[in-house]
């Protein structure tokens, strides 16, 4: 199986940023895409961000484009989420994931990962 472990959350003011990381042990090397997905209280969980295995593809909603960068280091089994320019409403707890498929090169759908780590609270106050 694999592990995935997210850390960088904390509380920040509205305009600052955090830089989130999620590292991923066990069997890595069954892993292909990887996304980021956030739930805030009373909502569902919903996507974020995602990036292919080889970087070359990523894909964002709407609401974080142009402000939130997803990356990884495959040498590091570590995908990173720098969030810049924070809005109160980026509040959640914010999950990483992977997933093994080998068809797909990104998705944005939860339903395509397999493996998915604990969270993080992120908290962005005004």
């Known amino acids: 199986q694999v592990q995935l472990v997210e850390s960088g959350g904390g509380l920040v003011q509205a305009g600052n940023s955090l830089r989130l990381s999620c590292t991923t042990s066990?069997?890595?090397?069954?892993?292909?895409?990887m996304g980021w997905f956030r739930q805030a209280p009373g909502k569902e969980r919903e996507f974020v961000a995602a990036i292919s295995r080889k970087a070359d593809n990523t894909l964002y909603t709407d609401a974080v484009k142009g402000r939130f960068t997803i990356s990884r280091d495959n040498a590091k089994n570590t995908v990173y989420l720098e969030m810049d320019s924070l809005k109160t409403e980026d509040t959640a707890v914010y999950h990483c994931?992977?997933?093994?498929?080998?068809?797909?090169?990104?998705?944005?759908?939860?339903?395509?990962?397999?493996?998915w780590g604990q969270g993080t609270q992120v908290t962005v106050s005004s």
């Open positions: 066990g069997r890595t090397l069954i892993t292909n895409y």
């Open positions: 994931a992977a997933g093994r498929h080998s068809v797909v090169v990104v998705t944005l759908n939860e339903d395509d990962y397999d493996f």
